[in-house]
């Protein structure tokens, strides 16, 4: 029998939360529906009923986590109160926080043993990763902090690449890093190299003006 649980949150956000929490702290492979299930009372017959399947829950866990992050960076970016050196520190301060939670062996773990998974990965990252970096490029250009020169678009395509090609176990452990450094520090080495200098920037605003 199921147990009670706060009327407020669905049998499906509380089997979500469940299987969020346990994939990344004991990773993918070894946990099975039925822990998932029994972590929060809830009966296997529910649980399938929910969700048929191991790779579906993977699934649907997933694409929750990025629509949580782009959700979030979405709020950054439009709010005009913001200036746009506190968005760009606020965009990569939600990639570090969301994706600090995640460790190379998750990723490991999927891209061993869930092979089609790991794609979708790559396919999630492909419908938000260069929409949301363009749409701040192309704000730091109308606000004057990004060169007029940098194309938002191929800049975008850029740090997607970087990111499919870096977020792999191999890469992790050969320069040391977590997904969550990775991702900064390819950002920061774009930012770095689109971003006018104080003086061109105060310059350009005042040719606006």
């Given at each position: 029998?199921?147990?009670?649980?706060?009327?407020?949150i669905t049998?499906?956000e509380?089997?979500?939360?469940a299987a969020?929490?346990t994939?990344l702290?004991?990773?993918?492979?070894?946990?099975?529906?039925d822990?998932?299930?029994?972590?929060?009372?809830?009966?296997?017959?529910?649980v399938?009923?929910?969700?048929?399947?191991k790779e579906?829950?993977?699934?649907?866990?997933?694409?929750?986590?990025?629509?949580?992050i782009r959700?979030?960076?979405?709020?950054?970016?439009?709010d005009?109160s913001i200036?746009?050196?506190?968005?760009r520190?606020?965009?990569?301060a939600?990639?570090?926080?969301?994706?600090?939670?995640i460790n190379s062996?998750?990723l490991?773990?999927?891209?061993?043993?869930?092979p089609?998974?790991?794609?979708?990965?790559d396919?999630?990252?492909?419908?938000n990763l260069?929409?949301?970096?363009?749409?701040?490029?192309?704000?730091g250009?109308?606000?004057?902090f990004?060169?007029?020169?940098?194309?938002?678009?191929?800049?975008?395509?850029?740090f997607?690449a970087?990111?499919?090609g870096?977020?792999?176990q191999?890469?992790?452990?050969?320069?040391?890093?977590?997904?969550?450094?990775?991702?900064?520090r390819?950002?920061?080495?774009?930012?770095?190299?689109?971003?006018?200098?104080?003086?061109e920037?105060?310059?350009?605003t005042?040719?606006s003006?």
């Open positions: 029998m199921d147990q009670v649980q706060n009327p407020g049998p499906e509380r089997l979500l939360n969020e929490n994939f702290s004991a990773g993918v492979h070894r946990v099975t529906m822990e998932i299930a029994a972590s929060i009372g809830m009966s296997k017959r529910t399938y009923q929910i969700i048929p399947g579906q829950l993977i699934l649907r866990v997933l694409n929750r986590f990025a629509s949580r959700n979030q960076v979405e709020a950054i970016l439009d005009p200036s746009f050196p506190e968005k520190d606020r965009y990569l939600t990639i570090a926080n969301n994706l600090s939670k062996r998750l490991s773990e999927i891209q061993r043993f869930f089609a998974i790991f794609k979708e990965i396919a999630i990252r492909a419908r260069p929409q949301l970096m363009g749409k701040l490029i192309r704000q250009q109308q606000t004057g990004i060169k007029e020169d940098a194309d938002p678009e191929f800049i975008s395509a850029v997607l970087s990111i499919s870096l977020m792999t191999p890469q992790m452990e050969r320069f040391g890093s977590s997904p969550s450094e990775i991702a900064v390819i950002a920061r080495l774009i930012f770095e190299g689109i971003q006018l200098d104080p003086q920037s105060d310059q350009r005042l040719r003006t």
